[in-house]
């Protein structure tokens, strides 16, 4: 499989919970804000993400939030995905890839409902900010 460059995706932590720790891993729950841009549609976005931690130390972040175009229209967004340590990495840094859904009810916008989008990024900083 090939992934072409359509877009950008920026997202920030404005508000996030320590880790929460059980014996199978731990959880973590944040909300983030930011920009997103594939093609024609762009916006901003609000949402919000319960991570699991996999024993492993590896995370299962689910990202459910709002896309806010500057027309006024509105699509609701998932992601879900993987996020792992980059060892090599110095600074610490996370490797992320996720599975990413949009859908709306405008139907300028509606192709998009059928769309699948895959994420890949580098995070900065790990932990609290």
Do not use: C
Not at 37 to 56: F, I, K, M, W, Y
Not at 89 to 115: E, F, H
């Amino acid at each position: 499989m090939r992934l072409d460059r359509i877009g950008q995706l920026e997202l920030v932590y404005t508000e996030i919970d320590e880790e929460w720790s059980f014996a199978e891993g731990g959880h973590v729950y944040g909300i983030l804000t930011g920009r997103f841009e594939a093609g024609e549609l762009r916006g901003t976005l609000h949402a919000t993400n319960l991570a699991r931690q996999r024993p492993d130390g590896g995370f299962t972040p689910k990202l459910r939030g709002i896309l806010t175009t500057p027309q006024g229209s509105r699509l609701f967004l998932t992601m879900d995905g993987i996020s792992i340590k980059d060892e090599k990495a110095n600074p610490p840094r996370r490797i992320v890839t996720m599975g990413i859904t949009l859908w709306t009810s405008d139907p300028k916008l509606r192709p998009w409902n059928d769309t699948y989008l895959v994420a890949e990024t580098i995070g900065g900083r790990m932990g609290k900010s």
